[in-house]
DNA sequence: ATACAGGCTGGAGTGGGCTCCAGGTCAAGC
DNA sequence: GCTTGACCTGGAGCCCACTCCAGCCTGTAT
């Protein structure tokens, strides 16, 4: 598959894909005889799983490193483990920081919800 | 309040707290007679919204945008409504990208559970 | 033959959100 | 009276994660 189609695929601009490539979050992909790249499902795989991951918001040298270990083979396995229980309970407190937020924010939204009632009551007094 | 007690309460450096005052986010805090910061119980709850709203990544320019609105005062209301329900919409969806992510790292380390395991089996058989 | 789309490269630029710094003022303690 | 430390200012610098660009190449359509 051709980087537009990739693109398009998982909403990546081919300069970011390009850019994963250069900064090693990627291995270099195979090129066609005029030095095209063409992905195949290998790199396909690597660019969900970062796709994912960003999503989350987990910074590109976390992956760096997590892949760099991959890399390595099968010595890295626990240190990679390691790595994903990390991600992992910083992911649990991020989603209480924003269930927190979240709950402000619905809080606020009451109170607003009851001036904006109020505020067309009083328009109401005044029509009247 | 000095701004080293604010800082230290909200974990916000001196350095941020006056930022947040030069862009519009914090109106100009009232000083002493030589000039320096005295925080006031309005300008640290406007920091308790901040701190609350930044912990869940809602960018500095939509909060700008929300405080320039609520300065204007009442006419702004269901716009400052608005602004609010939109963020709470994102939010929701973030917590669902959090979530999917997470379930994905869930999967990914009970692999890696496995793996660890086997190894261990592996180097018993060897030790055999 | 040529125009054009789409790819390539290296490197510069951008936007968000701080963070750091030089150079200065001031109040308190020694 | 001098040092120290906390504060002040304007402005520069930094990190992250892209994003854009000039200048070049190539395969395909007209």
Do not use: V, W
């Given at each position: 598959?051709?980087?537009?189609?990739?693109?398009?695929?998982?909403?990546?601009?081919?300069?970011?894909?390009?850019?994963?490539e250069k900064i090693g979050l990627i291995a270099p992909v195979p090129r066609n005889a005029s030095g095209i790249r063409?992905?195949?499902?290998?790199?396909?795989?690597?660019?969900?799983?970062?796709?994912?991951?960003?999503?989350?918001?987990?910074?590109?040298?976390?992956?760096?490193?997590?892949?760099?270990?991959?890399?390595?083979?099968?010595?890295?396995?626990?240190?990679?483990?390691?790595?994903?229980?990390?991600?992992?309970?910083?992911l649990v407190v991020k989603m209480r920081d924003l269930q927190e937020t979240l709950n402000f924010l619905e809080y606020k939204i009451k109170i607003y919800d009851k001036a904006v009632l109020n505020a067309k009551k009083d328009l109401r007094s005044e029509n009247a």
């Open positions: 598959m051709k980087i537009s189609e990739i693109s398009q695929r998982y909403g990546l601009t081919p300069d970011t894909l390009r850019y994963y063409n992905y195949s499902e290998d790199e396909i795989k690597r660019i969900e799983f970062i796709k994912c991951m960003r999503r989350a918001g987990i910074p590109l040298q976390t992956l760096i490193e997590y892949i760099e270990l991959a890399k390595k083979g099968d010595d890295t396995i626990s240190l990679r483990r390691e790595i994903l229980l990390q991600q992992r309970e910083q």
